[in-house]
């Protein structure tokens, strides 16, 4: 099912995870649990590319499945929704289980801290290369091969960046869960 969001949107592709619209900035996530173990892996794609007005989102966990893999990121526009941010080309995502960054498919960054119930995990964009003051019209969204620094955090403090170069059709925001994880998406402090 689909969350309807006035300002930004609805969730473009979904796989196993139900949506459901709580305020005019956030989403309630909710894995739907199965009886396949080993393909637990579900996401939630949106629909407003990333740019100057559209730079930030959170999540905040408010229940753990068994096997929790809370994963916050980016993914392009063919990103499949049955794979984590992160595990696929064009995409990058801090999975909560484990601490780490992965980006195309490999760790990127290891070694930070982990996430539970209670926790406020974050993504955000800044854009090194561009001049504030010269913002495009519209939402100033990134463009093929502009690159940027994708930025995670945990309750507030930033935990770790990887670099990025935006792919044709630019990148979205992306939630991965397992089943049994519930989380509400915050697009409140998306604007800047």
Same mark, same amino acid.
């Given at each position: 099912?689909?969350?309807?969001n006035?300002e930004y ?9 139900? /949506? ?6 956030s989403?309630?996530?909710c ?5 396949r173990?080993?393909? $637990?892996?579900r ?6 590319a990333?740019?100057?007005k &559209?730079?930030y @989102?959170q999540?905040?966990i408010?229940v /753990?499945g068994?096997?929790?893999?809370v994963?916050?990121?980016l993914a392009?526009f063919?990103?499949?929704p049955?794979? &984590?941010?992160?595990? #696929?080309?064009?995409? /990058?995502?801090y999975?909560s289980?484990?601490?780490?960054i ?12 982990t996430c539970?119930e209670?926790?406020? #995990?974050? /993504?955000?964009?800044r854009f090194?290369?561009?001049n504030?003051?010269e ?15 994708? &930025?995670f ?9 990887v ?8 990148? @979205?925001?992306t939630?991965?869960?397992?089943a049994?994880d519930?989380?509400?998406? $915050? ?5 800047g």
């Amino acid at each position: 099912s689909s969350g309807i969001n006035a300002e930004y949107g609805v969730v473009m592709r979904e796989h196993r995870i139900l /949506c459901t619209t709580i305020s005019p900035s956030s989403l309630e996530l909710c894995a739907i649990n199965n009886s396949r173990p080993l393909d $637990d892996s579900r996401s939630a794609i949106f629909n407003r590319a990333i740019g100057s007005k &559209y730079h930030y @989102y959170q999540l905040e966990i408010l229940v /753990c499945g068994e096997d929790s893999a809370v994963a916050i990121g980016l993914a392009d526009f063919d990103h499949s929704p049955s794979k &984590y941010p992160g595990w #696929m080309k064009g995409s /990058c995502g801090y999975h909560s289980n484990d601490g780490i960054i992965f980006q195309r498919g490999s760790h990127s960054t290891v070694g930070l801290p982990t996430c539970t119930e209670g926790d406020i #995990m974050s /993504c955000g964009v800044r854009f090194p290369n561009r001049n504030f003051e010269e913002i495009p019209k519209g939402d100033g969204t990134a463009v093929k091969g502009e690159k940027i620094l994708v &930025y995670f955090g945990k309750n507030g403090e930033e935990v770790g960046t990887v670099e990025m170069v935006v792919p044709s059709g630019g990148l @979205y925001p992306t939630i991965g869960l397992s089943a049994g994880d519930h989380v509400i998406v $915050d697009f409140g402090a998306m604007t800047g």
